[in-house]
């Protein structure tokens, strides 16, 4: 038996377990269980509640928190184990009023229900004594807080404290009846939660419960109030005792399956991908409840993945295909559509060609439906015109990553970024456009000693947290990267090894990089170089560095080149093919990833296969019957441009408000106007559906099956949890109807699962994905041989390049746009945590309304004194392409003549109405972030007040704290403990260190 | 050459309710016809009013004292064994059925301590007291054991 493995004896038997495991791991590995309540497994043990005591030889100790020892006995059925676990559930019952059969919490899966069960109580020792505070906090737009039903296990607060790390609840243990605090003691709606779930998710009771679950997961649990506390005291006094009450409880729960639908789901909104079930009763939404399982997220949420479903019934979805006559849209049968948009394709291809059309793929649909939209430009018409909005956003990244390592993807999972030793993010605003994974930083930093170097124009949550935050001027980043990379390189720090067994182009490399002294970097810049030589210091103490990187990078001239320099000092210092290194473009939408790797691009096929490759074109002619289009296609940036330049007559979107995303969008919906006809397959009438000709209603990944690639190339599946509403259709099933209605000659395929076969037949990067090896919470990560076998980590044999080696890339740098000297204001802008881009579908969650009702421009206090603004004055911001109107946000996140607009606009401030026509020099992603502008006063009154409620978060303060801080409640008089093991007596080590994993 | 729009004309969605099945039909009409129909219909509607009376009325101490005395009969009765249980019965039966003899039932002197021990050596009346005696007993001992356990 090797060092770390030893056996131990629990309840007579002989179980083997690893150094480093506690009682409770060791247990529950091998299916064993005893009772306990605070434990978590994403959290590790808080040891507040006592249930899970059993005896050793040192006497009383709790499973969860001792570990093991080489042939340690365990007895968890003895006298004295089995009274403390009866003594520890009765105090936690004196907290909490059993009404289980009332209760909307009763679904199998309560904590407190079960382990009564359990303990095996059969009369509470304990009578539940209410707490003196008002009952209910229900301020929060999404879950309430009871009190008193609040048995004081800390997990909110540990989740809250260590998980999610926004900081915001604690225990009070100073109180006479202590209770579960926000901020300093505030209603949770003015306090500063972000709404992320998570405490609602670990509560093992009722205390926190969504809002969406009261009245409506039981058959009896709508009874009014007034009504429910004489019902249930009747019961207490009636039945005092427990057995009888948890069968009535029991029974009730079980009736709840024919009522709730359970379906595992992956989430529509950012490229994180979190994976979780979502509980349905018919069409309505009951609640998100995300699962350890889940591969990338755990039980991890954000307040759109959590609570932002309200979309999927809003009464403004689309129900019927709408064909447009005159200056309106009138209801028409699906044939009808179908047939008038053949007969008009038909008619435009005989007259113009098949290069006169544009397909544009949704980075929100699956997998399956953008191959299918490829498959409809490539096969049924004969283009390679179709993209999808990777073109906006990662395109340069994944320029620079294919450049030097070969995929064009983030090179390990979120598992890697977590375990890191440095972190360094460029352009991200991660707490708010990825928020999970920012909470994998924000952890790691905060428990771990992770390293964390922020480097943006922008002061945002990430910002705040690290230990060094960079402030280039705006565009220079890539050159301040070249800066780092050549003091590297001067100060040999870098990895020799590394680079001669796996890299090319060292000498070429340093040579390119000799201008970029610390003084021309500090010059071009603004860095100083100190900070810069700081920042090389810590790489070079790193043994793991991952960097991650977003739009503050790829939204430029220098998106690709920037992106290149990112990967070169990764190869530099040898952070590739490790745990806890590399490379991490975090990717926009659900989907984005999948759009681009299921062929929705002009230049590449499925699996980014080249389609001017003779064998590939053989090989999909073979299974096509037909040959594929030569002439690379346009992409979403050249598209405006094509329409008003007549080459372009048809355009086919699906799921893309390209009027509002377009950089330059006013140029967008000109051309728009211009077309011969235009479909729009989406779910809302959005900006761009108003100028189509027939728009086809589409169903949100709720009434579909299919699967997403998420950031970490993971494939994962999406199940039906309701049926489609009303006549609207999965978007699979229309483009198969539409390509049946050309003529087009598809096999019929009757589910997803088909489709996936087919793609992954003709693509060697997915070969071996299949619906059976993706069940349930199963995923895989390609490149995916055709055994199943997957990649969570890139490049541990070779690099994706012909000689298997790495390149590093020298590059040019263009820098920003020149504007004229008027335009003097340099407008930043990006997404908010709470609405997802444009917030078509966030903006129909009423919650997330009450939290941010619309947008603003962020303007720094030395601006608004200069130009004497206040909160809610209406400015005007003027660019050379158009202008935007919107209401002043004063703060401190920006600073000087740099403003920020986030995209959340469907109206006038629309940001894209003033995002300019500068592009990546690679790959013509559209440089939002060089967007200048000057501002006109409108009204200096404006709104009057702040555009931001003063309620939200980002006016508030956390309050950090290591968890629970479990050491004040035995530090009560009145709090004895249960354990008498002279070991496990409370110290400082035993309960606020290593307690946690 | 499309200008936006946000106007759609809907055409008033044709009914697309499923027909209500003809057993359905028969067996509202069956309730209509009994006078049921309305009564159910104001009980559902009214339910939480009417619920909140219920829970009113049987919320005395009176009520949940019987409820509570009920369900003890009743795990009461759950505790005899069966034989026992019809044993208990066939002889009560028998011993009202004795009561009712005249020898019995009507006579109205007193009796003597002697005429009392006489009565005792018939073996049948013997052994009901026996069995009276045994039930006391443990009657007894349970009465003791629960005095010392009550709070």
């Known amino acids: 038996m090797s060092q770390n493995v030893w056996e131990i004896i629990i309840d007579g038997q002989t179980i083997t377990g690893h150094r480093g495991d506690t009682i409770l791991d060791v247990m529950l590995k091998n299916n064993q269980d005893i009772p306990h309540i605070c434990y978590h497994p994403s959290l590790g043990p808080i040891q507040t509640c006592d249930t899970c005591i059993v005896e050793t030889e040192g006497g009383l100790v709790r499973a969860c928190a001792t570990k093991i020892a080489p042939n340690m006995t365990v007895n968890t059925h003895s006298a004295p184990a089995q009274e403390a676990q009866a003594e520890a559930m009765n105090r936690i019952l004196h907290n909490h009023q059993l009404y289980c059969t009332v209760c909307d919490n009763n679904n199998g899966n309560c904590v407190v229900h079960n382990t009564t069960k359990q303990v095996g109580l059969v009369h509470q020792k304990y009578p539940f004594e209410r707490k003196p505070y008002e009952k209910i906090d229900a301020t929060n737009p999404f879950y309430r807080y009871d009190v008193d039903q609040c048995i004081l296990c800390g997990r909110c607060v540990e989740a809250c404290q260590d998980l999610e790390v926004n900081e915001t609840l604690s225990i009070d243990w100073s109180l006479e009846r202590p209770r579960v605090i926000w901020d300093d003691g505030v209603p949770i709606g003015e306090s500063s939660c972000v709404s992320c779930g998570h405490c609602v998710t670990v509560c093992p009771c009722n205390a926190l419960m969504e809002k969406t679950m009261l009245g409506e997961a039981g058959y009896l649990t709508n009874i009014p109030q007034e009504t429910l506390e004489p019902m249930i005291e009747w019961v207490e006094d009636v039945e005092p005792s427990l057995p009888p009450v948890f069968t009535l409880s029991d029974i009730e729960s079980a009736m709840r399956k024919s009522r709730i639908k359970r379906t595992k789901t992956v989430c529509t909104y950012c490229g994180v991908g979190c994976s979780f079930d979502i509980w349905t009763k018919g069409r309505q939404v009951l609640k998100v409840e995300p699962s350890p399982e889940a591969p990338t997220n755990g039980i991890s949420t954000c307040i759109k993945g959590k609570f932002g479903w309200d979309f999927v019934n809003s009464p403004q979805r689309l129900t019927q295909p709408l064909i447009r006559r005159g200056d309106a849209f009138y209801e028409a049968t699906w044939e009808e559509a179908y047939r008038l948009i053949a007969e008009r394709m038909l008619q435009i291809k005989k007259q113009h060609g098949p290069d006169s059309f544009m397909f544009i793929a949704s980075s929100k649909a699956t997998n399956e439906e953008a191959y299918l939209l490829q498959k409809l430009a490539r096969h049924a018409i004969g283009t390679n015109n179709v993209d999808n909005d990777s073109t906006y956003c990662q395109d340069p990244a994944t320029y620079g990553l294919r450049q030097t390592v070969g995929f064009g993807g983030d090179s390990g999972s979120v598992s890697d970024i977590a375990q890191a030793d440095m972190v360094m993010i460029v352009g991200s605003n991660t707490a708010e456009s990825h928020p999970v994974v920012a909470t994998r930083v924000k952890r790691a930093h905060k428990l771990h000693g992770q390293k964390l170097v922020v480097v943006d124009i922008r002061r945002h949550e990430m910002a705040e947290r690290a230990d060094i935050f960079v402030q280039p001027n705006p565009g220079t980043d890539g050159v301040w990267i070249l800066g780092i990379s050549k003091y590297l390189i001067d100060q040999d720090w870098i990895d020799h090894d590394f680079l001669s067994q796996w890299v090319t182009g060292f000498e070429d490399y340093k040579e390119f990089l000799a201008p970029y002294s610390l003084e021309h970097t500090r010059t071009i810049t603004g860095v100083p170089e100190q900070t810069t030589m700081q920042v090389a210091s810590m790489i070079h103490e790193a043994h793991s560095l991952s960097i991650l990187w977003a739009m503050g990078v790829t939204q430029h001239r220098d998106g690709s080149e920037t992106s290149l320099a990112i990967a070169n000092l990764l190869l530099l210092t040898g952070n590739f093919a490790r745990p806890g290194t590399g490379a991490y473009p975090l990717r926009g939408h659900n989907n984005v990833q999948g759009a681009s790797d299921f062929g929705a691009k002009p230049h590449y096929l499925p699996g980014y296969q080249d389609p001017a490759d003779p064998e590939v074109r053989e090989r999909f002619k073979a299974a096509w019957g037909k040959e594929l289009p030569k002439t690379r296609g346009i992409n979403n940036q050249e598209l405006a441009g094509a329409i008003l330049q007549g080459r372009i007559k048809m355009v086919y979107i699906v799921g893309e408000d390209t009027g509002l995303v377009d950089a330059n969008a006013e140029e967008a919906r000109q051309a728009f106007e211009q077309l011969e006809f235009m479909v729009v397959q989406e779910i809302f009438l959005t900006k761009t559906a108003q100028y189509a000709d027939v728009i086809l209603p589409a169903s949100p990944s709720l009434e579909k099956d299919g699967t997403f690639v998420n950031t970490e190339r993971r494939i994962q599946r999406i199940y039906q949890a309701m049926e489609p509403l009303a006549n609207s259709r999965p978007d699979w099933i229309i483009l198969q109807d539409m390509a049946s209605h050309l003529g087009a000659q598809w096999p019929t395929y009757t589910h997803p699962e088909e489709i996936m076969a087919e793609a992954a037949r003709l693509t060697p990067l997915f070969a071996g994905v299949t619906y059976e090896r993706l069940e349930g919470y199963r995923s895989l990560q390609w490149p995916v041989l055709e055994d199943g076998t997957d990649s969570p980590l890139l490049y541990t044999q070779s690099f994706h390049q012909p000689d298997g080696k790495a390149h590093l890339v020298a590059l040019t740098m263009s820098g920003m746009s020149q504007v004229d000297a008027k335009y003097d204001l340099h407008i930043n802008n990006g997404q908010l945590l709470e609405h997802f881009h444009e917030g078509n579908m966030t903006y129909q969650s009423a919650g997330i309304r009450h939290v941010v009702p619309g947008m603003f421009v962020e303007v720094s206090p030395e601006l608004a004194h200069e130009r004497n603004l206040q909160d809610g004055t209406m400015v005007r911001l003027v660019s050379p392409t158009g202008s935007l109107t919107a209401p002043v946000l004063i703060t401190d996140r920006v600073s000087g003549k740099a403003l920020y607009v986030p995209m959340n606009s469907l109206g006038e401030g629309a940001v894209n109405n003033i995002t300019g026509t500068g592009i990546d020099t690679r790959t013509s992603t559209p440089a939002y972030k060089e967007t200048r502008a000057y501002m006109e006063v409108v009204d200096p009154q404006g709104l009057g007040r702040s555009p931001l409620p003063r309620r939200n978060w980002r006016f508030k303060h956390r309050h950090p704290q290591r968890g629970v801080n479990v050491a004040a409640k035995w530090a009560r008089r009145d709090y004895i403990p249960l354990v008498t093991a002279q070991k496990h007596l409370e110290t400082e080590e035993t309960l606020n260190g290593t307690a946690h994993n | ?151």
């Open chain 2, 1 to 151: 050459m499309a200008q936006p729009t946000i106007n759609v004309i809907t055409t008033k969605a044709p009914d697309n309710h499923a027909p209500v099945s003809y057993d359905l039909e028969r067996f509202v009409h069956a309730l209509k016809t009994a006078g049921v129909l309305d009564f159910v219909t104001g009980l559902l509607e009214q339910r939480d009013s009417v619920l909140h009376l219920v829970i009113n009325e049987i919320n005395q101490p009176g009520v949940k004292m019987a409820v509570n005395n009920m369900e003890q009969l009743a795990a009461f009765i759950g505790t005899i064994p069966q034989e026992t249980w019809h044993v208990v019965l066939m002889a009560a039966a028998n011993g009202i059925k004795s009561m009712n003899d005249p020898k019995a039932s009507t006579q109205n002197e007193g009796m003597g301590i002697f005429q009392l021990l006489g009565a005792l050596k018939n073996p049948e009346t013997a052994r009901a007291v026996r069995v009276i005696l045994g039930f006391l007993e443990g009657f007894g001992r349970a009465w003791s054991s629960s005095s010392k356990t009550t709070p």
